[in-house]
């Protein structure tokens, strides 16, 4: 059977170039592929409610440098509470008559779009997250556009920690990864980055404050991914409440840092974060162009009938992977780009 009527659904968190992605599928799957579009509104909660709207020339007019996403996104998981997302799925399909869906998101959204094609429903997966942390592409969209806005915020931190003499900690995203923490502490010249690859030790971090001001600097910042851990377990830097996908909420290791290092080293310390102001406003000239070369190619994989893959960077080239493979693991930070950060340290 031909692919006529072609579904797209983002889901997870929103994310800078969302809708660079949702153009680029419309524009060439109706110019190219003479494909109606349909547009699944809040994620795979639309999906399940039926909540769709077409898409035509006009409805992605103008989107290219907006952020968020025209469709809305949500956290649902079909197969919550043992739920059978297949039938849910293949249902909801039906009544709005596609004949294929390309899912955007991230590890959440396209390990349910793998689930399901092993169901026999036919999706293609384009991988979504500001984390960076998705195996199989070595670069996700909205990505570059996070780590210039934390870069920015960094920048601006270090004037008013200067004029203050205070110790600023500034919590970015990052659950599993500290991609985040990592590229843009190096460019905001950081002098402590804690990712959640690499537990921390307390007092390490209040010795390497401690021998800043002993040669004579008054300041510090240091960057912590919200996911970062103590070696020790000494702290709750997270609490219990967890989503529909089982990931606990994270948030608060900022402020925690803070009121520690002021108590344990007597520096004033104050702490900033960022939180959805990273994934949020216009997307950058990379993450605008990555989300449409990503579009076109998750587009031409459904007319081709290439169903069960994801989409990918690898070097300077857009190619196809299985849904599994960019689901099995997470892509977590390059210990020798961390190496190079810890440099800088102090």
Same mark, same amino acid.
């Given at each position: 059977? !031909? ?9 997870? #968190? ?57 469709? #809305? !996104? ?22 709005? #008559? ?64 200067? !004029? @203050? ?10 659950? @599993? ?42 300041? !510090? ?24 996908? #089982? ?100």
């Amino acid at each position: 059977m !031909s692919v006529k009527r072609v579904g797209i659904l983002t889901g997870g #968190g929103d994310c800078p170039g969302l809708n660079a992605v949702i153009r680029a599928i419309v524009r060439k799957g109706i110019m190219v592929y003479n494909c109606d579009m349909t547009g699944v509104q809040e994620g795979w909660r639309g999906m399940l409610e039926g909540l769709s709207v077409p898409l035509d020339l006009n409805a992605v007019s103008g989107i290219l440098p907006r952020g968020g996403t025209i469709l #809305g !996104s949500s956290r649902t998981n079909p197969y919550q509470d043992g739920a059978d997302g297949g039938a849910l799925v293949r249902s909801g399909m039906e009544k709005m #008559g596609l004949d294929a869906l390309i899912a955007i998101g991230g590890d959440d959204t396209l390990g349910v779009a793998h689930r399901l094609t092993d169901q026999g429903i036919k999706i293609v997966g384009v991988p979504k997250t500001i984390d960076n942390d998705l195996d199989g592409t070595d670069q996700t969209f909205g990505f570059d556009t996070a780590i210039n806005i934390v870069m920015e915020a960094i920048d601006r931190l270090h004037t008013t920690a200067e !004029s @203050h003499n205070r110790v600023m900690v500034v919590e970015v995203m990052g659950r @599993h990864a500290g991609w985040i923490a990592v590229e843009a502490g190096i460019a905001g010249g950081a002098d402590v980055i804690l990712i959640p690859e690499v537990p921390f030790d307390l007092d390490d971090v209040c010795n390497t404050i401690r021998k800043r001001h002993a040669r004579g600097k008054t300041f !510090s910042i240091v960057v912590a991914a919200e996911g970062a851990k103590l070696d020790d377990d000494s702290m709750v830097l997270q609490s219990q409440e967890k989503d529909a996908f #089982g990931h606990v909420r994270l948030g608060g290791i900022g402020n925690l840092l803070s009121d520690e290092i002021e108590r344990r080293t007597g520096y004033e310390s104050r702490a900033t974060v960022l939180g959805h102001i990273q994934r949020g406003g216009s997307p950058s000239a990379y993450d605008r162009v990555l989300g449409t070369r990503f579009g076109i190619a998750a587009i031409d994989l459904v007319h081709e009938g290439n169903f069960g893959k994801m989409v990918a960077l690898r070097g300077q080239n857009i190619i196809a992977i299985d849904l599994k493979e960019a689901v099995s693991k997470l892509r977590t930070v390059d210990m020798r780009l961390y190496d190079i950060a810890k440099v800088f340290f102090g």
